[in-house]
């Protein structure tokens, strides 16, 4: 490999390399394209992954010692604090994933390893058409789900297994170019391992907070992926609660005959949450059109665009039609393609939105809990307004999903219809611990005290300005 030729990392400054070619081939070619897919693949890791916690595999990888590699691969951590999608497509093109997997068919390490590495190349959080530019995806792919009996049933492993489910079934690894059948026989395979009973009691004796945690995910989502809908149509929705471990989104998956529409055409970040677009009654269809925004880029919509399709109802039809979104794809300087207008039977497509907001069987008691709150803050908005407080986000908390978080915003004045410098509000934010009661009861309790007391006695400034705070005798914690 070029990269041995050129001495140790340490030697050869990382860019360097790129420099090297600039000096032979001139400022207009671009280096990474010369070079084959496992050295780019390094070179681009020695660049950019620049954590200290990869430091020793890229060391291996750029020396290439095949089986230092295959240590340390098993070694370094792999969590989304340290791999983003991108970077989990490197690691697996640089180390030449299927030749490993092939060398060590019985490592179990090795192939979890692979798996989590395939489950961060498609995370919906970061850039999911990494997995879709892998060409050794469906290898890789069924390398891990054939041999996935070998592996220990531990909560990680269920966890992996669950999530890659999940992918095959309704996310970005549909739109991979699977031979006919394929997809379904590893999803098939998937859901009849996961069903055994050794797999089946994977966490049930977890102790610290996180395992259990992840342990209830797999227990409401174990069987989701494997499920065929009732009444098959050419729209179907998924609500997927991701992995809590990573602090994966809750994502509202819109199928299109069977393809995620969101990686499809978009692929800059996940759906927007059920919340939104269900609670909200965002996907209903009027015979006024709607727009409605299916997704945001990770980065925000200011930075690289959202997803927009307009929604209409038309006698016995729904059309989907005038989408909006970025002019092109991630990773492509071509434009992307027009969008068709999509059509479905009324019936049909009123009974799946139906069916979507129904089911609740992906939420968890915090989640509950704050749909509950939010709800019945519409019903009685003086609960908040009578404080001059107008409500904000409401949800389960990131850090913590088994906390519910209130956010309102407080303007003085607000609730005599005379606001006092409503261009600087404040910003409060109220944790509520899951007390293990049930949500509803829960609710009442919180709504209850908001009417009998003034939230910002017992909520926390998170946003506004340290002065206006001040102005109105509020301190300013230092974490605002």
């Not at 750029?62 to 604090?81: D, K, M, Y």
């Not at 019985?106 to 999911?128: E, H, I, N, Y």
């Not at 989701?224 to 991701?242: D, N, S, W």
């Not at 007391?453 to 001040?470: H, V």
């Amino acid at each position: 490999m070029l990269l041995v030729r050129l001495g140790e990392p340490e030697d050869v400054p990382y860019l360097s390399v790129l420099g090297l070619f600039r000096e032979f081939t001139g400022p207009a070619v671009n280096a990474l394209d010369i070079l084959d897919r496992q050295s780019a693949a390094v070179v681009w890791l020695a660049v950019y992954a620049r954590r200290d916690e990869l430091q020793s595999l890229i060391h291996a990888l750029w020396t290439g010692n095949r089986q230092t590699v295959r240590a340390e691969l098993v070694a370094f951590p792999a969590s989304h604090r340290f791999v983003s999608s991108a970077v989990a497509r490197r690691i697996a093109e640089a180390s030449q994933l299927p030749d490993l997997l092939d060398q060590h068919p019985s490592d179990t390490d090795l192939l979890a390893r692979a798996g989590r590495l395939l489950v961060r190349m498609g995370c919906s959080r970061d850039d999911p058409t990494d997995l879709l530019a892998y060409r050794d995806a469906l290898s890789v792919y069924d390398s891990v789900v054939t041999r996935a009996g070998l592996l220990p049933p531990t909560l990680d492993n269920a966890a992996m297994l669950l999530s890659l489910a999940l992918d095959l079934s309704s996310g970005t690894g549909v739109l991979l170019d699977w031979p006919p059948g394929r997809r379904a026989a590893l999803l098939d395979s998937l859901g009849r391992l996961l069903a055994e009973s050794r797999w089946a009691v994977a966490g049930v004796a977890a102790s610290e907070a996180d395992q259990r945690l992840r342990a209830g995910w797999i227990r409401r989502t174990g069987r989701q992926p494997f499920k065929r809908p009732a009444t098959p149509g050419r729209l179907r929705i998924e609500v997927v609660a991701g992995d809590p471990a990573d602090r994966e989104p809750v994502e509202t998956r819109v199928l299109i005959d069977g393809r995620p529409v969101v990686p499809a055409v978009f692929g800059r970040g996940p759906a927007h949450s059920p919340e939104y677009l269900l609670d909200d009654d965002q996907l209903r269809a009027e015979v006024e059109p709607r727009e409605v925004q299916l997704a945001e880029a990770y980065c925000t919509e200011g930075c690289c665009g959202a997803l927009y399709v307009t929604i209409r109802r038309d006698a016995d039809q729904v059309v989907w039609e005038n989408w909006r979104r970025p002019q092109t794809m991630p990773g492509s300087r071509k434009p992307a393609p027009e969008l068709p207008a999509y059509r479905f039977d009324a019936s049909a497509y009123d009974a799946e939105i139906a069916r979507a907001e129904a089911d609740r069987s992906w939420s968890w008691p915090a989640r509950t809990l704050a749909r509950l709150i939010k709800a019945g803050l519409i019903e009685q908005p003086e609960l908040l307004s009578r404080w001059d407080a107008s409500p904000g986000w409401i949800s389960s908390g990131f850090d913590d999903p088994d906390t519910t978080v209130v956010t309102f915003w407080y303007v003085p004045g607000l609730a005599s219809g005379r606001p006092e410098r409503a261009d600087s509000p404040l910003q409060f934010r109220w944790v509520i611990p899951d007390d293990g009661a049930p949500p509803e009861t829960q609710a009442a309790a919180a709504l209850r005290r908001l009417a009998e007391e003034d939230p910002k006695s017992y909520a926390r400034i998170c946003g506004g300005s340290r002065e206006r705070a001040g102005e109105l005798g509020f301190p300013w914690p230092d974490s605002a």
